[in-house]
């Protein structure tokens, strides 16, 4: 029997005539397919301004950078993420301050994040873990009160909303300048292969964004027709080198076109899972209805197992599956406990006993839209076969 992966890119006829187009335009890099893309998911989330680069850890990285992240800052985030979130605050020699997440969505705890504000904090970064939105009104709030920057870690989270409007779009809560940053990675809800986006309201944000995207010089290489000619630019900062391709954009305008198909097809496919699952012991299931009817995009299927109800641990389930040609991943090894930050800070695993734990019990499955409803069935009938071979 044919082995499932865990993920598969649904890149079409679209997705390569597209990027064959720009190999043969002759021009390759940052040019007019990366601006159309930038305009188009600008106005897909209701940002004023979207800044394409080539990894959402480069937008993360760039977020920090525009808001004056200085060492010694402190920066509030989730130790339930991906390298990337806390990564980028230790670029800066600055702190990643980790607070534990719910036990129901394993989304940061806001009503944790109040307490260990001081006056080094100078940031909150909050990931919308699997697609499902953060308590947003909330971390704004307290970032209103307490002059925060908020740098949201979208890489989860197109398309998303919260209170009706997309994530991308809520900088426009407040005052102080705020991003959100989204991957385009190859196993994310639309990918480029590789690329991430910035999106904010703030002008000056944006711009700062742009121009350390670009090495920190005042004129992007697409702009070859000014009146000093081609050759002209100075250098204001010494920035990066993280714009993205045309190639890249070019794959990106096309899965933007296909993002909500995809989007309700994970969302059937997390339904039937949920079903089929919800009524057995062995499992924990993922919240299905969310606030106020709000999109989940359903990037990942975070199912957790009952240890106490199996004689098998999660390690071994997942062996299992993979036995029965089933692709998995954990999602994800909580932050604290890598031996990086571990050492670095001297955390315990239960410093964070609820990313601690639930880490223990998850197991991501198969959720992506050239899954057929036969992969599904398969993909089910497997799960709860284990279940019930290793039940105690
Ligand atoms: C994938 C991911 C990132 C990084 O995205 P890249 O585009 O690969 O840099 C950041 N944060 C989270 C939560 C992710 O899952």
Redesign the pocket.
Known sequence: MKTLPFHLPDIGNNEINSVLEVLRSGWLTTGAKTHEFEAEFAEAVGADFAVAVN??????HLSLEAIGLKEGDEVITTPY?????AEVVEYFNAKPVFVDVNEDDLNINSYKIESIINEKTKAILP?H?AGKAVNLEHVYDIANKYDLFVVE?A??SFPTTYNGQFIGGHSKMREIPSTA?F???A??TITTG???MICTHDAKIADRCKRMALHGISKNAWNRYSSTGSWFYEIESPGFKYNMTDMAAALGLCQLQKAESMRDRRLEIATLYNEAFSNIEQFRVPPLNIASNDLHSWHLYMLRINPNTLKISRDHFIQQLRELGIGTSV??IPLHIHPYYKDKYGYNNNDFPVAFNEFQKEISLPIYSSLSDSDIERIIECVIKISKDHAK
């Open positions: 990894s959402c850890t480069a937008a993360l993420t991906f390298a990337s979130t990931v873990m870690d890489a989860h940053c991957s385009f990675y196993t994310k590789e690329g991430g999602h994800f």
